[in-house]
């Protein structure tokens, strides 16, 4: 299912997603961050928004897949260093 809605050839047992945020949260969090380093930095905010609009919905929608399938998923909108660590220490 994963794979079909994205497109994607090949779908990771672990996700890792930020499906705990909201749009506003996402959007917040990429203001605060945003460097000219970035990519994001010379959008639009409303592709800026635009994009946090789809991570967080893809996200969701990745976490609702992996509950219902049994897979893995890394839950990153908190303690995001904590749980890529955890990830990472999994391997």
């Given amino acids: 299912m ?3 809605t994205f497109g994607y050839q090949h779908v ?4 890792i997603i930020t499906a705990d945020f909201t749009i506003e949260e996402r959007y ?8 000219p380093n970035d990519y994001t930095f ?5 592709e ?3 994009s946090c ?3 967080v919905d893809i996200s969701k929608l990745i976490k609702k897949q992996c509950v ?3 897979l893995l998923f890394f839950e990153t909108s908190r303690n995001r260093e904590n749980v890529i660590n955890s990830f990472l220490q999994s391997l």
Avoid: P, R, V
């Fill in 2 to 4: 994963i794979s079909k």
């Fill in 12 to 15: 990771s047992m672990d996700s």
């Fill in 28 to 35: 917040q969090i990429l203001k605060e961050n945003d460097t």
């Fill in 42 to 46: 010379y959008n639009s905010n409303e």
């Fill in 48 to 50: 800026n928004y635009k």
């Fill in 53 to 55: 609009f789809e991570i």
């Fill in 68 to 70: 219902l399938y049994g």
